[in-house]
């Protein structure tokens, strides 16, 4: 779910370069990290905080309690339950109410929260086969309202999402759960249909039972808008269109976790720059969230004065381009896309580090793998920027230029539609600098975006991804602590290319390849972390020489918030947010 | 012309009157000067990026974000493409799409009006009832949705203009063939056994037309402006093609955070210009075409 | 004068059932169907729009959808959004107040310049003042409102720094009373000049075209020839009876400042019922999205029923008549 957010959604991914060690963050971050909200291993340690604007403020003064944080929030979200919501705040913001039954580390270990202990094969919480995971809970843990936390919850949670009349948004994990049965009220007992390596990823929001009557909740129940939880802040209320208001959760099971603050209210906001600009006035103490576009403001107004602090991101979501590998759906190859040579000629002839200084003002970095980001991250350089050898390669493989300048071959012409979600501009003016790029090399494009229902919708409905209607289309995607999340790396074996027998299938590239399907599968069913490792990095290399798709940057978006707000750290897949139950307003 | 040959009276009819029709419109020397504008703007628009040295996509990050100079007398754009060049083919597309869906329009309208008020009864009856619920709808929220919808391109962008603008073309078409329809010549040809559809075609039509020929005018006017608040929206065209509207929405970050007032003033100004001019040479034809309103 | 207010009124009624056919047939008709899928969600998508089609019965046969749903919006249920699970009613409810005070003050903004300037135009008709006053009303005609939106921005907001950019409201809100009142005003001062700017020249030029023709009639010219004070004849002869086709224009440019809200709202981020427009659209919420537009569409007809009734009001023979 983490790497699920969308719209302006951004999240993590790891940066090697990054200047603070991790022994700077675990010295004043424990507590904060002890509270991020998905759980999950960053592979090079990086992630906990970086320090370029002094983020180690908890330690520069001495806390005070009391006060309200005020945020803006821009893009006010449908409602704030992570279960029903797949929006950027109740994902992003979950982890001050609804609490996870495991934390991920940065360093790739996890850590229990809501449960007792971390399920291992060694202590016997998970079976030899990996097939039956026994979950317990801590006996201490109440809902803010005051009725305790058990097994009987998590067994309801599980209910929710299996009934068909329920309209959650959960995790893909949850597919793979053949059932959950209750031992006692401290233990649950799951059951996979295979063996699951994510599965402590299961569990990061849990429904209060008693809130309940029936296990079909849609959106329209109070608890999907504003959920209880057992966080350190609770909801109080939500004005739409102003304000959602938490207070500090008084019954925290977390005796010494306290929150400093009396509560936090976001202020709906409707439109990012004008959030931003109120913030850097002073009007806000943070907003959520900042994308890469944010970051050159968010810079200046710092340099000319103003009292913030921004915390940048390297690495995050990765921009895609989908190289469509069928002809339009069927099992014949794409008449242009299918040779290699062409996929290769427009991997060099693309000037990504162009874009990333002019059009991105330097806020991107480059990276060659598709495992960009978490425990199994690859640190694979992208492809060089070299027309010269593009155009060997075409002239090669018998692509002859025409009196126009486009190559054609075999009478078919290298002409391509170039898509993505309309009504990006910072998008549709890197589209142009590639499509001048391409140009460049006698490969025609033609931009032809199109609003998000009609490129990622269903078989069914039509959508141009699932039934193969296009040549390249423009996404962000993959940005996950584990490659199974939200099933990224499976997202591209041959049983996921979607037809009129397999509608459901999530492939965007049509692509079928037998050495990758082995590798990517073997990674999803054993539980030892070293094969698995090994066995992505085996399929990032397959994938980065056939190139079914071509990463063309890596985003950087950051946190901010203003001086007066100490406390803050700083994690690098969860951002801020975990952190607050340690903020506190200076005077 | 076929008919103007066979129809020696009406020849003479229709002479005499555009002769007279330019000579009133002549009159209006607001509108001779307008349209003088309009046939400069169109040559500029459409010969313009010929003679013109810049390129309207060419990409050069060695000058971009500049203010105008001369080299770049409506200055440079964040991908230091030139704004001039731009804006010429921008403006092509936008009076493209202009006269595309004034014409769509115009041809929905006098099929609608011709049959409604030739036909009359029932047929009439049903037609005005769709007239009347197209007049009620929420018209430029109901193109927002479509084209959001639909997905931006030339034919959806005129197609939800058009749906929207031919109504007018059809109330006045209508009432021209209602009173048409009773006069002599009309009960001569079906005494002679022509068929309806020719006297709907071949003998009125013609006569219905000035009406026509005005609300077009007009027409064009809206439709710049309705395609503009969509591109505006960011509902429009693909890039690199931008129409002025599409132009001005691009610029609303360049202008209101950056200061860059040359990247919207321009497009803008292209955009009041030309209505401006289209509205006052409508006016005139209004004038020139219904003698009766000539006093005014 | 009641036979007459009903009957018109009761012929709305087959208007809105007729507009509101085409509106769902419309949303019907688009491709992609009508659940927004959305960036980085990947394999959730299917599932998810299984679940929300067959919650909100979307499988159900076309006329038993749309009369679930018209049977819902005569009684008071407009349905729930696809992205909130809130009531449509209640979400419009939120916003419609920051629309209409937008569009009320630019309505009133705009008879307030229109009237005087077209009655002196036409009293002195030839005049410099009318030459220049009808100038500007071509120019007002011909102006993209968001353009004037951006350049007055560029000029106020960004240059000059007099005025906020976009808002309705300070948002660290420690105003209260007075204060309150003048924050309010200084968010609403360009918005609401933009969106009054056309409506404005359209009615100048119209209160001069019809007191020209109002001041050729026979009984001005009596009033004038018996020696009345010119102010008496302008005041209470000419201008009430310019006022029966004015109010009736009038009228008619409320449900068009209500569609140019949603420009301007986009341009100022402005809450209001305009900008839930867009969002809805982007994010396909179909039950919002019929919910505003038939709010819209009410507001057409009814518009013209009202311009009909203070037609039938003000114009002496039609009151004579019934």
């Known amino acids: 779910m983490c790497g699920a957010r969308h719209g302006r959604g951004e999240a993590p991914g790891a940066r090697a370069r990054r200047r603070k060690a991790l022994t700077a963050a675990l010295a004043v971050g424990t507590f904060a990290l002890a509270l991020v909200g998905c759980g999950g291993a960053s592979g090079e340690g990086d992630g906990a905080k970086t320090d370029a604007t002094g983020t180690t403020n908890a330690v520069a003064g001495r806390p005070v309690e009391g006060g309200t944080a005020l945020i803006a929030l821009v893009q006010e979200p449908g409602g704030m339950n992570a279960l029903f919501h797949n929006q950027s705040a109740p994902l992003g913001l979950a982890v001050w109410v609804q609490e996870p039954l495991f934390l991920g580390r940065t360093d790739g270990t996890w850590e229990p929260l809501l449960a007792a202990e971390v399920p291992t094969v060694e202590n016997g919480g998970v079976t030899e086969d990996g097939l039956k995971v026994t979950y317990r809970l801590r006996p201490d843990v109440t809902w803010s309202d005051g009725e305790p936390f058990t097994a009987e919850d998590l067994e309801f949670t599980y209910d929710v999402i299996r009934n068909p009349k329920s309209t959650t948004i959960a995790p893909t994990e949850y597919n793979l759960v053949r059932a959950v049965r209750v031992v006692d009220p401290q233990t649950v007992e799951v059951t996979m249909k295979r063996p699951n390596p994510y599965y402590l990823g299961l569990f990061r929001q849990t429904l209060p039972k008693h809130k309940f009557r029936s296990s079909a909740v849609t959106t329209e129940d109070p608890q999907a808008r504003l959920p209880l939880g057992t966080g350190p802040f609770t909801y109080t209320n939500w004005e739409t269109g102003n304000k959602i208001v938490l207070e500090r959760n008084e019954a925290y099971w977390r005796s010494d976790r306290r929150p400093k603050l009396d509560g936090i209210t976001l202020r709906v906001t409707p439109d990012a720059q004008t959030a931003i600009n109120s913030f850097t006035r002073g009007e806000y103490d943070s907003v959520f969230f900042i994308t890469a576009g944010d970051m050159p403001t968010l810079r200046s107004a710092q340099e000319s004065g103003a009292a913030i602090e921004v915390s940048p991101r390297e690495g995050s979501h990765v921009e895609w381009l989908w190289l469509n590998q069928s002809d339009k759906g069927s099992d014949r190859p794409h008449r242009v896309l299918g040779d290699p040579a062409i996929r290769e000629a427009i991997d060099l002839a693309i000037d990504r580090q162009q874009i990333v200084d002019e059009v991105l003002d330097g806020l991107g970095t480059l990276t060659g793998a598709f495992v960009y980001s978490g425990f199994a991250r690859v640190d694979r350089p992208a492809a060089p920027f070299d027309p010269e050898r593009a155009n060997e390669l075409l002239d090669a493989a018998g692509w002859v230029r025409g009196d126009d300048g486009i190559r054609v071959k075999d009478g078919v012409r290298a002409s391509l539609r170039f898509q993505t979600l309309s009504g990006d501009q910072t998008r549709e003016l890197y589209q142009q600098v590639i499509q001048q790029n391409l140009e460049e090399v006698g490969i025609e494009v033609k931009i032809q975006n199109l609003p998000s229902n009609l490129i990622f919708g269903t078989y069914d409905e039509g959508g141009r991804l699932a039934r193969g209607d296009y040549d390249i289309v423009m996404s962000r995607e993959g940005l996950a602590r584990d490659p199974i999340e939200g099933g990224w790396a499976a997202m591209f074996t041959c049983a996921e290319v979607p037809g009129p027998d397999n509608k459901n299938g999530t492939s965007y590239v049509h692509w079928c390849n037998e050495e990758f399907d082995r590798l990517v599968g073997r990674a999803a069913s054993t539980l030892d972390v070293e094969e698995r490792k090994d066995l992505y990095e085996q399929a990032v290399e397959l994938f980065a020489t056939e190139r079914p798709a071509l990463p063309l940057y890596s985003s950087t978006s950051g946190y901010t918030w203003s001086t007066r707000m100490k406390g803050v750290d700083v994690d690098w897949w969860d951002g801020m947010w975990p952190s607050a139950a340690d903020w506190w307003l200076e005077r | ?296 | 004068m009641t036979t007459f207010l009903v009957k018109r009124g009761l012929q709305a009624i087959p208007l809105l059932i007729g507009i509101s056919l085409l509106l769902f047939a419309m949303l019907q008709m688009t491709p992609g169907g009508p659940l927004a899928s959305s960036e980085g969600t990947g394999a959730q998508n299917a599932a998810r729009v299984e679940q929300i089609r067959e919650h909100y019965g979307l499988d159900d046969p076309l006329p038993v959808q749309y009369f679930n749903w018209a049977g819902g919006v005569a009684t008071g249920d407009w349905g729930t959004s696809f992205n909130t699970g809130r009531p449509v009613l209640t979400m419009i409810w939120e916003r419609l107040p920051n629309t209409l005070l937008l569009t009320g003050a630019a309505f009133l903004l705009a008879i307030a310049i229109a009237v005087p300037i077209g009655v002196l135009a036409a009293r002195k008709q030839y005049s410099w003042f009318d030459y220049v006053s009808s100038g500007l009303s071509f120019v007002g005609v011909a102006m993209p409102s968001f353009w004037l939106a951006l350049m007055l921005l560029f000029v106020f907001s960004y240059s000059l720094g007099w005025l906020p950019s976009g808002g309705l409201e300070d948002l660290r809100a420690d105003h209260e009373g007075f204060s309150a009142v003048i924050d309010r005003v200084r968010h609403m001062i360009l918005p609401v000049i933009v969106l009054a700017a056309v409506s404005t020249a359209q009615l100048a030029r119209y209160v001069r075209g019809a007191m020209l023709d109002v001041l050729q009639q026979d009984y001005v010219r009596t009033a004038r020839g018996s020696g009345l004070r010119e102010r008496t004849v302008i005041v209470g002869h000419a201008l009430r009876n310019a006022a029966i086709p004015v109010v009736t224009v009038a009228v008619l440019t409320i449900p068009e400042l209500f569609l140019g809200s949603v420009v301007m709202e986009t341009i100022f981020a402005i809450p209001g019922i305009g900008r839930l427009f867009v969002e809805s659209a982007n994010l396909r919420d179909y039950p919002v999205l019929l919910g505003i537009l038939m709010i819209g569409a009410a507001l057409v007809v009814v518009a013209n029923l009202v311009a009909d009734i203070v037609y039938s009001l003000l114009d002496p023979r039609i009151r004579y008549a019934s």
């Open chain 2, 1 to 296: 012309m076929r008919l103007r040959t066979r129809k020696p009276p009406l020849t003479e009819l229709h002479g005499s009157l555009s002769r007279d029709a330019w000579r009133r419109f002549r009159r209006h020397t607001l509108a001779v000067v307008a349209l003088g504008v309009l046939g400069v703007l169109l040559l500029a628009v459409i010969v313009g990026p010929f003679v013109l040295d810049a390129e309207p996509e060419r990409i050069d990050f060695g000058s971009k974000n500049l203010p105008p100079t001369l080299a770049h007398p409506m200055g440079t754009d964040e991908l230091g493409r030139d704004q001039l060049a731009r804006v010429l083919s921008g403006g092509r597309l936008t009076l493209a799409v202009a006269t595309a869906a004034v014409l769509v329009a115009a041809l929905l309208g006098v099929v609608v009006g011709a049959i409604a008020g030739y036909w009359g009864g029932l047929i009439d009856n049903a037609l005005m009832r769709i007239v009347d619920v197209f007049y009620s709808l929420p018209s430029l929220f109901v193109v927002i949705l479509l084209v959001t919808l639909v997905g931006a391109s030339f034919g959806t962008i005129v197609a939800a203009i058009a749906a929207f603008t031919w109504m007018n073309t059809a109330r006045l078409v209508r009432a021209s063939y209602l009173s048409l329809k009773e006069r002599e010549f009309v009960d001569a040809a079906r005494s002679l056994g022509v068929g309806d559809v020719r006297i709907v075609v071949r003998h009125i039509l013609p006569n219905a037309l000035t009406p026509v020929i005005v609300s077009a005018t007009l027409g064009i006017a809206t439709a710049i402006l309705t395609e503009s608040a969509l591109s505006f929206l960011g509902l429009g065209f693909q890039p690199p093609h931008a129409t002025w509207g599409g132009m001005l929405n691009e610029s609303r970050d360049a202008v209101t955070n950056l200061g860059h007032w040359w990247r919207g003033f321009f497009p803008g100004l292209m955009i009041l210009v030309t209505v401006l001019c289209v509205n006052y040479v409508g006016d005139g034809a209004r004038d020139a075409l219904d003698p009766r309103k000539e006093e005014r």
